[in-house]
């Protein structure tokens, strides 16, 4: 076979039992041989490029198991960006909002999006009253950074019908003082407003997936699945990301798992459109079906079996049991792969029975269903989904940076055991690990920084023992994220057969300090054997 490139003079680690190599062979996108550069020369024809990587660190490209590409790729070209990054208190934050509105035509939406209430200085989230004052001709509408919780302006409660006698949707609530509506609204209880927002069109999608996958491959990320393709803008989404491929505008490997929820579907439509499981070419396919079984932690409205701390409140159920068995049933019986969201331990106890009740019924070999974020469980529960082949997706990133946040909300004890990286591999679980961006940033090296030293980002330590090594989760990041959509044959090793995708570092991971891992950054990104992003001067 010719070898059109070879990647060489580097330190690439391949894979978690795979050892590390100098240089790499490709042939038509895909990995040939690997050994040292003098073994891969002698692969060479006249016409192989050859990509040097002067003693560099590289990796398999990194597979990001659950992140929102569409919608953080259209909130980065439409909303205003009002993360901990960006703002620190609320004078920062409605400055942000003020300017957005003198930019904006009078009575139109100035709509912000990543404010975390434990990161600003006053440790609250905004009052109505407050975004009335700063935009007073618009209307506003600010989503917190879990994407579970938003503050509406008193003009937007009011064209959406949301007033003081207004009870609480099911699976929603909607946050009062003593002076009536705050403008907070979680859940359920968003979605009177999120039906007025102006309506994206797949060319507004397409450019996101476009500039937001570009994001993706300077952080060495190459292939990612989007969890929950359909839940803004239904089809609209589904079709970007076909519009994207065909036009050349994808940037990564894309994997769509498609909202299969109660009140957002596009699964059945797209199956009557003929969508198989697990089909698709080598850079868009079809994967996961998804639906909701309860909110944040941070947010207290994940569904625990014990009160969060302080409270009385066991957090929110958005389905009840025979909703989630009937939802389950419809994905299960279509051959699907399940990809559910459930963070507390009495929504990952619906879930698991759930999927037992679908597996008992209608038997399937590796249906290989996932749990999104697992964050907080029983080492009982942990054993059950052994038994019964059920996949944890967590998110380190969430220790990393809402660490603090968890100690506040549910305590030493519970925390320690939260998104337990350890006891899922050692209990044979394979955890992938994700971003959940725009939950989190999608830096994968603040969550192998959280990973292997189980510090937030301000350098609290919660369960140190469950720590992992950096091969351990560096795998979590790449082959584990590959398995997680049944890709493992594909990509997340850089072995023959599988994609030439790679990661190329500022650092060795392996010899690097643990307090700088975080900071790592990418210097190069390969994807299918081709220089897709590198940085100034590399
Ligand atoms: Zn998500």
Same mark, same amino acid.
């Given at each position: 076979m010719p070898v059109d490139t070879l990647i060489t003079h580097g330190r690439i680690w391949l894979g978690k039992d795979d050892g590390f190599a100098e240089s790499l062979a490709i042939s038509d996108g895909k990995v040939l041989a690997s050994g040292t550069t003098a073994q891969m020369e002698a692969l060479a024809g006249p016409a192989t490029r050859r990509i040097d990587l002067a003693g560099r660190f590289a990796m398999p $490209?990194?597979?990001?198991?659950?992140?929102?590409l569409s919608s953080y790729g259209v909130g980065l070209l439409r909303d205003v960006d009002v993360s901990p990054d960006r703002v620190s208190d609320m004078a920062g934050l409605l400055d942000r909002i003020r300017a957005r509105a003198a930019q904006?035509?009078? $009575?139109?939406w100035v709509l912000a999006r990543g404010y975390d209430h434990t990161r600003l200085a006053e440790n609250r989230h905004p009052h109505r009253s407050e975004l009335d004052a700063a935009a007073p001709d618009h209307l506003v509408w600010l989503t917190r950074t879990c994407g579970h919780m938003a503050v509406a302006s008193s003009a937007v409660l009011a064209q959406a019908g949301i007033g003081h006698n207004t009870p609480d949707p099911d699976g929603g609530s909607i946050a009062r003082d003593a002076q009536g509506l705050t403008g907070l609204l979680a859940e359920n209880a968003r979605f009177p407003v999120m039906a007025l927002l102006p309506e994206l069109t797949v060319a507004d999608y397409v450019a996101g997936i476009e500039a937001g996958g570009q994001d993706m491959l300077r952080y060495g990320i190459t292939s990612h699945m989007?969890?929950?393709?359909?839940?803004?803008s239904g089809m609209t989404e589904l079709l970007a990301y076909q519009e994207a491929e065909a036009t050349g505008r994808l940037p990564l490997r894309s994997t769509l798992c498609l909202m299969g929820d109660k009140?957002?579907?596009?699964f059945d439509e797209a199956r009557a459109a003929g969508l198989k499981p697990q089909s698709g070419s080598d850079m868009l396919r079809y994967g996961p079906v998804k639906f909701f079984t309860d909110g944040s932690a941070g947010g207290y409205t994940a569904a625990m079996s014990r009160p969060y701390e302080g409270t009385t409140s066991t957090g929110l159920f958005c389905l009840s049991d025979a909703e989630c068995d009937a939802l389950a049933r419809r994905v299960h019986d279509a051959g699907f792969q399940m990809a559910i969201h459930a963070i507390g331990d009495a929504a990952i106890e619906q879930v698991l029975n759930a999927m037992e009740r679908a597996q008992t019924a209608n038997p399937r070999e590796d249906a290989r269903h996932r749990i999104e974020h697992c964050g907080w469980l029983s080492a009982a529960q942990m054993a059950r989904m052994a038994r019964m082949g059920v996949w944890p997706a967590p998110q380190p990133t969430f220790m990393y940076y809402f660490g603090e946040n968890y100690l506040q909300a549910l305590g030493p004890e519970r925390s320690a055991f939260a998104y337990p990286m350890r006891a899922f591999v050692d209990a044979g679980l394979n955890p992938s690990a994700s971003s959940d961006c725009p939950v989190t940033p999608m830096n994968p090296f603040a969550g192998i920084a959280n990973m292997v030293t189980r510090k937030t980002r301000t350098g609290v330590v919660i369960g140190p023992d469950q720590r992992l090594t950096m091969a351990e989760a560096l795998h979590c990041y790449t082959a584990a994220g590959a398995f997680a959509t049944h890709d493992e044959e594909r990509r $997340?090793?850089?072995?023959?057969?599988?994609?030439a995708d790679l990661a190329v570092l500022s650092q060795d991971l392996f010899t690097a300090e643990p307090e700088s891992i975080a900071a790592t950054t990418c210097v190069m990104t390969v994807l299918g054997g081709e220089v897709v992003w590198r940085a100034e001067g590399v």
């Open positions: $490209g990194v597979c990001e198991a659950h992140a929102h904006t035509p009078k $009575g139109g989007d969890a929950g393709v359909g839940m803004t009140d957002v579907n596009i $997340g090793r850089l072995v023959p057969g599988q994609f």
